[in-house]
């Protein structure tokens, strides 16, 4: 099991790859986004603007409801962000699961 710390450092990265891959279209949009890792009890909040994730940060589980959420555990946090898993099978196999608009989850693919 990854830590918190781990698990932050992971959404860091995340952000750096979401902004290196936003197009145009990407970097226009603005959306809450949550991250819950289920096996550390532990939900990140932040907002996805400019084209990169922004002022995340861990609050208590059940705190608001964000436009795009995110579910995972802490090690496959870790494996997405580091490139050993690949989003498209980790989604497939329900690794990950993400509830979001179609529109959200179209401009999601493009960027991961």
Do not use: N, Y
């Given at each position: 099991?990854?830590?918190l ?8 990265e ?25 096996d550390?009890?532990?939900r ?11 002022d ?27 490139g ?8 497939a ?20």
């Amino acid at each position: 099991m990854a830590t918190l710390a781990e698990c932050e450092q992971a959404l860091r990265e995340l952000s750096g790859i979401i902004g290196s891959t936003a197009g145009r279209d990407e970097r226009s949009l603005r959306r809450s986004v949550s991250c819950r890792i289920t096996d550390l009890d532990t939900r990140f909040v932040g907002e996805l603007r400019d084209g990169a994730l922004h002022d995340m940060r861990a609050v208590e589980p059940g705190a608001g409801r964000a436009d795009i959420r995110i579910t995972t555990t802490s090690d496959d946090l870790v494996e997405l962000v580091s490139g050993s898993l690949g989003f498209g099978s980790a989604w497939a196999s329900g690794r990950v699961k993400i509830d979001a608009s179609l529109m959200d989850l179209l401009r999601l693919r493009r960027m991961l």
